[in-house]
């Protein structure tokens, strides 16, 4: 029988051997751990510098946003300051319009009335005005002597009067043909009733004024000047006041006035000519 040759096993073979496989595992282990390490750590190194930026853009954006919050804030305040505290402010306070208690209408547009004041106007039209937080209604009235237009509410239409009658211009006519009564009282007072007649605007009392006061075809120079403006005041409404009865042109009322007051205009303007041609003419200076 062959011999089998058996080979010596011995503790420190296994052991070593046992020992290498265990030293190399470890080893691989270990640099497969400090490889991760390192990797991790560089991962952080990176995720660190990102991070870094990231926070330096945050900070900036904080800090303009607390800036900008500051401004704002401060635009706040100013706008506040401003402003008037509720304490101090004053509400406005509204108020109602009040509407006056209507009246009749008396006149309509297109009407020839008499004011007192201003002489014989038109009714143009009819309007609601505001005066003094209050509506009313007024008559718009044209004065064509005066070029103007007044306003008068409806509630004072009793001012006002229509034009006199044919009848009424008659009898005024009749007055104007009477001789003048004149006053022996001083002017100031006379001249005070004959403004008081002038504004009452009743045709009667115009007639009378106009007839004193006329001085016929004498000259209108004796005439002091206020006393020929309170009679050309009152002719003058009479005239157009009679020229709208009478429907008639402005130069034949004149002349029909005229021939009741006898008054002669060309009579007088011939004498005002030849005074001025008889008055002495200034010496004409010689060298």
């Known amino acids: 029988m062959k011999s089998i040759k058996m080979k010596k096993i011995s503790l420190k073979n296994i052991l070593k051997k046992t020992f290498k496989k265990t030293s190399i595992k470890k080893t691989l282990k270990n640099a497969s751990v400090r490889f991760k390490s390192k990797v991790n750590k560089a991962k952080v190194k990176v995720k ?43 509400k406005p306070i509204i108020k109602k319009i009040k509407k006056q208690e209507t009246a009749k209408k008396e006149y309509k547009p297109k009407d020839y009335i008499v004011y007192p004041k201003h002489g014989v106007g ?26 103007a237009i ?49 504004t009452s605007g009743k045709i009667y009392d115009l007639a009378e004024v106009v007839r ?22 009152a002719y003058e409404r009479i005239l157009s006041e009679f020229q709208i009865v009478m429907n008639v042109s402005l130069e034949d009322t004149q002349k029909k ?3 009741a007051l006898k008054r002669n205009l060309e009579a007088q303007n011939i004498k005002l000519e030849q005074k001025t041609e008889e008055a002495p003419q200034p010496a004409k200076i010689t060298e």
């Open 150 to 198: 007044g306003l008068l509410p409806i509630n004072k239409q009793s001012h006002l009067r229509p034009l006199a009658t044919i009848n009424q211009v008659n009898k005024s006519i009749s007055i104007l043909k009477s001789k003048p009564k004149i006053k022996r009282s001083m002017w100031s007072r006379r001249a005070q009733e004959y403004e008081q007649k002038i």
């Open 257 to 259: 006035l005229d021939k």
């Open 122 to 147: 038109q009714i143009l039209s009819i309007n609601s005005k505001t005066i003094g937080g209050i509506d009313v209604q007024c008559y718009d009235i044209k004065f064509e002597k005066d070029k």
């Open 212 to 233: 004193d006061l006329n001085k016929g075809d004498d000259l209108m120079v004796d005439q002091s000047y206020s006393e020929r403006q309170l009679f050309e005041k």
């Open 48 to 90: 660190v510098k990102v991070n870094k930026k990231v926070i330096n853009k945050i900070s900036k954006n904080k800090n303009n946003i607390s800036n900008k919050k500051v401004n704002i804030s401060n635009q706040v305040k100013k706008v506040e300051n401003l402003r008037i505290s509720k304490s101090n402010e004053v």
